[in-house]
């Protein structure tokens, strides 16, 4: 069966970039988890209520996950995220179910503690979710965005520089004069880290996982 990669938001476009910058670049200076520990090793310290729009998918007798990165978009669908506890399929409803796999695609809340997602509020069909606007953080993927600071082969010697330090990375890809990075959760704490240590704008954190309300 034919599976085409994809990403949540607009990594679609943007996973073979990530495939060859990594392999072609390697180490173009020290490590930041070497010797300058400016990350955090883990995120979050506490638990913490979340809320995403995404993908909730279910293997026979399995856990139900929520899907958070790649998904392959076979029939059914494949895909891996943290473990949702307190999932009701009988509460939702536009669920499919093919060769023993129930999926569907909703706004969730739920408590985060760095591994296991446990719901706390009733589901919303995605396709019925309105998201609020976010006037904190502009959009990334949006071509309109004037272009960031960082040149491209900057933005890649960052990428590669990043590769396994940054927690919950999920993918990250040089655009338009920045590096795009997406991680499962960040509660400001990475973005701040980061316009610190690059100067604002250079890095573009894009979270998942978000904080409620």
């Not at 790649?70 to 494949?78: C, G, K, N, T, V």
């Not at 995220?81 to 939702?92: C, K, L, Q, T």
């Amino acid at each position: 069966m034919h599976a085409r990669r994809i990403t949540i938001g607009m990594l679609a476009a943007s996973a073979l970039l990530v495939s060859l910058a990594g392999c072609a670049t390697s180490g173009g200076g020290a490590s930041p988890g070497t010797e300058d520990p400016w990350l955090p090793t883990a995120l979050p310290e506490m638990v913490t209520e979340v809320h995403a729009v995404g993908t909730v998918l279910q293997v026979d007798e399995d856990a139900p996950q929520l899907c958070l990165g790649a998904i392959a978009e076979s029939y059914p669908p494949q895909c891996g995220g943290p473990e949702v506890v307190g999932w009701d399929w009988d509460i939702v409803e536009g669920e499919e179910t093919a060769s023993g796999v129930t999926w569907g695609a909703y706004a969730v809340w739920g408590d985060w503690d760095g591994e296991t997602f446990t719901v706390t509020r009733e589901p919303i069909l995605a396709a019925l979710y309105d998201p609020p606007a976010d006037r904190d953080a502009p959009d990334p993927w949006d071509p309109a965005l004037p272009a960031g600071p960082l040149p491209e082969d900057e933005a890649l010697a960052l990428q590669s520089e990043l590769e396994g330090e940054v927690p919950g990375l999920l993918a990250s890809v040089p655009l338009n004069g920045r590096l795009v990075v997406e991680v499962r959760f960040d509660d400001g704490t990475l973005q701040r880290a980061f316009d610190d240590r690059y100067g604002e704008d250079a890095v573009a954190v894009v979270a998942q996982l978000r904080p409620a309300d």
